[in-house]
């Protein structure tokens, strides 16, 4: 079989797997990898931000090249968007550096929004980086009538900076960082325990997410070493990304919000290269970190409070019963004093000195019906998820937690 029709073969099998509507990463373990020669010659070794990316497993080399091919077909879509990367990534690129985040991740923002400030998910998503509200507050975005920072390119990329540096120091790995990005750090929390595996490559994620960072990829080789895979892009294609980027005609700047006047774009650039970091998530030393959230009530919006009927032992997978205090509303359901929660240790982390209690069934008394329904506890005094060790001191029958839907 020749190459390129090892390549045709490989991007259909890809794209085939695409029509699923749940896909999921299938990789052997780590210790027995499956090698296609043909592929493994087709890539170049690929790197994110300083982590290997395992292009000789037959998989990874897979989705990789269709995320390449995908990218590639799209020809002006591509154009315009490298015209926008370099009017916007001088001014990410030292936001980046200043908050200690890998440059790599300047090419997020044009999987989440094509680098559009204006940009609106259909579940409420906005800006450039793709905040929803609740998180962008969490942020210390404001959102409020005819003002959304989400927009503002400066403000809302040292919000992701801030954001990104909590999941790196919560996941470890900036691989982690990213899918958690995409998917939610509970989500990928709880597959990386209930799969006791922590490589991104090797878990089995949602299709979004499993596709997430072969995206990211694909625009990094595509910037910056498209000429190791010129087997793969079409002709048109190489000779845009060989030509001198152009600047976009009025018109089209019209129509995309791309260029800026070059006195704003310095003033902006200087701007990020000399804005102070007040960052409260930079940790004093032996301290964890954790996002700060100016404004709880933002997120006890929603929110309801269970009282301790019956502990159990402090341990992974022990179940604890709660009682609900009050009638409200949560996960879109209607729920009333009395009701039950049935809690499950979900994780105890003696680095953060922290209990994550998750609850994902509820028990209407009037009904009498079990529904689904995910929460976490959290801390009543700043909303985040996990309760402190030291509170576990109060463990008795009547304790008060604050639970949010996931």
């Known amino acids: 079989m020749n190459l390129l029709a090892s390549l045709v073969l490989a991007t259909v099998l890809v794209l085939a797997s695409v029509s699923s509507p749940y896909t999921l990463n299938t990789l052997p373990s780590p210790a027995t990898p499956t090698i296609d020669p043909v592929l493994k010659t087709m890539l170049p070794p690929v ?26 077909s799209q020809n002006q879509a591509f154009l315009r968007i490298r015209q926008r990367a370099a009017v916007f990534f001088p001014v990410i690129e030292p936001i980046l550096l200043s908050h ?101 490559y090797y878990l089995h994620l949602n299709a979004e997410t499993g596709k997430y960072l072969y995206r990211i990829l694909a625009f990094k080789e595509l910037f910056t070493n498209y000429r190791s895979y010129q087997h793969l892009i079409p002709e048109r294609m190489m000779a845009n990304l ?55 009530a933002d997120v006890f919006r929603g929110g309801i409070k269970a009282k301790l009927v019956e502990p159990s032992g402090l341990e992974r997978g022990q179940i604890w019963v709660f009682h609900l205090t009050r009638d409200g509303i949560a996960g879109g359901h209607d729920v009333e004093e009395g009701d039950i929660l049935y809690a499950v240790i979900e994780d105890i982390d003696t680095k953060t000195n922290k209990v994550y209690l998750r609850s994902d069934k509820l028990y ?27 509170d576990l001191s109060q463990l008795k029958s009547g304790w008060i937690l604050t639970w949010k839907s996931l």
């Open 47 to 72: 790197y994110f931000c300083g982590e290997s990316v395992p292009v000789h497993e037959e998989v990874v080399a897979r989705r990789l090249v269709s995320a390449l091919v995908r990218n590639t």
């Open 242 to 296: 060989t030509s001198p980027l152009n600047t976009l005609t009025d018109d089209a700047a019209a129509e995309d919000e791309i260029l800026i006047p070059e006195v704003i774009l310095n003033e902006a650039t200087q701007e990020a290269i000399n804005t102070p970091i007040n960052d409260p998530l930079r940790p004093a030393k032996g301290q964890s970190m954790d996002i700060p959230l100016p404004n709880a």
């Open 100 to 200: 200690s985040i890998p440059l790599d991740f300047k090419y997020l923002p044009l999987v989440e929004s094509a680098l559009q400030g204006f940009a609106v998910s259909p579940k409420g998503a906005a800006g450039y980086w793709q905040f929803m509200p609740a998180t962008a507050r969490e942020l210390g975005l404001n959102i409020e009538r005819g003002v959304d920072e989400r927009q503002h390119l400066i403000k809302s990329t040292h919000a992701a900076c801030r954001y990104l540096r909590y999941l790196h120091n919560r996941l470890g790995s900036w691989t982690l960082a990213a899918a958690a990005y995409n998917n939610g750090i509970g989500a990928l929390l709880s597959n990386i325990r209930r799969q006791q595996q922590r490589d991104y």
């Open 364 to 390: 209407s008394t009037s009904e009498r019906q079990t529904y689904s329904l995910a929460l976490s506890a959290v801390d009543a005094s700043t909303g985040r998820i996990g309760i402190n060790l030291s």
